[in-house]
């Protein structure tokens, strides 16, 4: 990605179509949907005891000593869209993580950039003032914890914290590695029912600057405007999809099976394309995010940690998993994993053999001259 | 219970023995294993940056307004022999819990006095100069959190915390039942490999005093002291056991057979045993601890609360569940349940139905001329 993309410097109502939208491209398929993130923010901004505007901080104007955690929603997507939060989770999971570090937060990342948890720092950002940094962990999503940068490139636990819409918070503190604390944190979000707000680690500003996917709201706003303006200026959805974050088509037809397995809390399966106009086939394994995608012929077009998104043939918008079904005309598009998630230390979290894939991973390459 | 027994005020290395006797009689078969925490209490006298001796203060000596939690083990005792403790993960979740809510402990006191339970607090004491409470949750041991009388008697969970031995600290807040916390603690002690180290909850010195089994360690010391010195001085050392606790022989056998199956984390099963002496059997079904005696001609002996406990026939040292073996020659115990544990509301929550029992409670009625 790095493309050059307005620079977002606040969030106000009027963004929140396009953020929901690019984020949802960018979730590949999960990441939650954006629908609840947007609806507690735009409750916030018209509530009078909130601000109006939330502030984004750029990476670089983000002092070295600054606090910054991550907060957002964990556990299964369908069931954040069942099992409303109030609203305080996330809030309540910041407060116990300064209590037993005796820090404050400065400001707050994104864990993730797609789906519903690029818009929930937002939500506390206005809760609670700090300013929410233009970057990410993901670049996109991914569906465990030690899946993002922070702890890719080591940054230890120390604190961390989940808590649920009726106030049980569950704080941890001394977890050695973010494996544990997936496990852990993963145990204790079943036992609230499969949804809860989280807030970890505590990172200096500097660590974040370092090691975040950088510019990453600004890309999702600016990707999400496009592809909703295109068709009202006479442009392909599609085409301005690829041009803004740098991907291309994969393929484009029909879904023709859908295979769905609830597996370990994941929601797992394998998607079935044919062709429109003639025998090519693809198909497209998930597990809560797309992983794979795979032609008739055995050819594998696109792996993790490349982006592989689903959208609309005709409106370009987003395609989770759970909203596949029979007959849906669609287009399969391949992006490029940012840089820090398909190096060596990062393909041994987030490449294909840390989902069960005996696939070597081939870095999708797109041409410029093909948007 | 409520017999006159010396009062204890200190407990230094003399008193291990005798208190480790009494705790694993006390434990109805179950509540771990005194041996760890009598390893642990007598490393930390001998130890020159500790200590000899632990303060105990009477209940009615606790100031009204004193801060109390309760510290101990969590999890299956079995793994608790296994994986050794390192001693400070109830002092980390003591620190824990006090960092969460801003309040400082004054005194500690056991959840339950049967089997190591009784112990830790006193090394926790040891190592934080807290004094510990002469009184205890439960009276006996029983396996799950929200079984002890602070919870029965309706004390809110308020703050929580579990560690393991290699520092992780998980914290609860705002959990609005035992039972809910039984089921998050259960879960995090069960991902960190079966046993962890608790300290909850943040209690007042008068509702300790007045919700508590009273005097229970003095009990526990002085049970043991009388077994242990029983054959000594030419005492038969079940007699002296039964009049120190007000207890009576239910019966008198060899071990016929043990079934035994691990469900669902508890240690369950069926112990047969057959009279020496003509053709009379017992069964006793236990679930961690021993629940119900029922003679050969369906008689229910005793059950849950009250206390039945099995000690060798010829020392009137105690059995464990696990310890049981074919061939062994016991003697099976019945005890009154305390006052406190075997109320409506106690019952509820301790009686056999709360252990899937289709009976009724009909309490133990022991004539003190039976000594």
Known sequence: MNFDVPQIETVTVDDLEALGVGAAILGTGGGGHPRVGKLRLRTLFEDDQYPDAVEIVHPDDLPADATVTSVGGMGAPTIGVEKFPN????????DAIEAASGRTVDALVPGEIGGVNSLVPLCVSAMTGSPVVDADGMGRAFPELQMDTFFIYDHPVNYAAIS???GNVLTYEGVDSAVRLEEFARAGTVDMGGRAGYAFPLMDGSFVADNSIRETLSLARELGHEVLTAQRDDRNPIDVACRTVGGTRLFTGKVT????????GFATGELSLAALDGPA???VEFQNEYLVARRGDGKVLATVPDLICIVDRDTGLPITTDALRYGQRVTVLGVPA????????ALDVVGPSAFGYDLTYNPLVV???SW
Chains 1, 2 share one sequence.
């Open 87 to 94: 609203g305080a989770e996330e809030v309540r999971s910041l």
């Open 164 to 166: 649920d819409e009726r």
């Open 257 to 264: 099976d859908v295979l769905r397995r609830n597996e370990a």
């Open 281 to 283: 086939t693809l198909t």
């Open 338 to 345: 940012p840089e820090l998630i398909a190096t060596e230390e």
């Open 367 to 369: 041409e410029s001259d």
